[in-house]
């Protein structure tokens, strides 16, 4: 099965700190995926890499960062977190012209 | 650019009861289409996927779908729900040959006895 797993479930951070988060797939997907999730908006995307050190910007790249050192991670980086950055972040990965596979989820809370 | 409308954002229903989530999306291409579930506290798992082929597309769970191309339409169906699926269900949209996906709000399915 594949398997894509995130540092944290639960992060709780203050205004203006940097914050780290991690993803790791296990399948050797090419693509891999940040979305951040909020109540009554689904699912948008923030950047997505096709392969080591690319980065595409998405739908809502503002106030994030990216980096792919690595195949099989993808870290989000948000250089200075706002409360309305306060969301669920969901990684995920797949290979070309497959479906995505989900990550379970960190959920940030910026105060 | 591709869009999708997921009409419900609630969904009450009792257990055994058939349901009926609807989806409808937008593209000026040929689209791959996707149900996604999600449980509470976790990440996203794909129920049915329809690539080409045959526009009845059957998932996990006992759940089905079709494809409308002249409607524009990816409605998910269930003949006899469970309280296990209580759940948020979510439509995807990606243009053929694969690209990013886009997502719709989401239909919260909630069963009850």
């Known amino acids: 099965d594949v398997k894509v797993t995130q540092s944290s479930r639960y992060l709780v951070k203050r205004t203006g700190e940097k914050v780290f988060l991690e993803c790791v797939q296990d399948m050797d997907h090419e693509n891999m995926f940040w979305y951040r999730q909020d109540p009554g908006l689904g699912l948008r995307l923030i950047y997505f890499s096709y392969d080591v050190k690319m980065k595409e910007k998405g739908d809502i790249p503002e106030g994030y960062s990216v980096s792919r050192e690595k195949k099989e991670r993808f870290s989000l980086i948000l250089e200075s977190a706002s409360t309305n950055q306060t969301s669920m972040y969901l990684c995920a990965s797949s290979s070309r012209l497959e479906v995505q596979y989900f990550g379970p989820g960190t959920r940030l809370t910026v105060t | 650019a591709q869009s999708v409308t997921q009409l419900d954002s609630q969904v009450p229903v009792f257990e055994e009861a058939p349901v009926e989530l609807r989806c409808n999306y937008s593209s000026s291409v040929s689209v791959y289409l996707f149900w996604y579930v999600q449980y509470p506290n976790q990440g996203l798992q794909l129920l049915l996927k329809?690539?080409?082929?045959?526009?009845l597309v059957k998932g996990i769970n006992g759940f089905e779908a079709e494809f409308n191309k002249s409607q524009t339409s990816f409605h998910l169906r269930k003949p006899s729900v469970h309280i296990s699926d209580t759940a948020e269900y979510f439509c995807?949209?990606?243009?053929?040959?694969?690209?990013?996906?886009?997502f719709g709000k989401g239909t919260m399915l909630l069963v009850s006895p």
């Open positions: 995807a949209v990606s243009g053929a040959g694969y690209s990013t996906l886009t």
């Open positions: 329809y690539l080409s082929g045959s526009t």
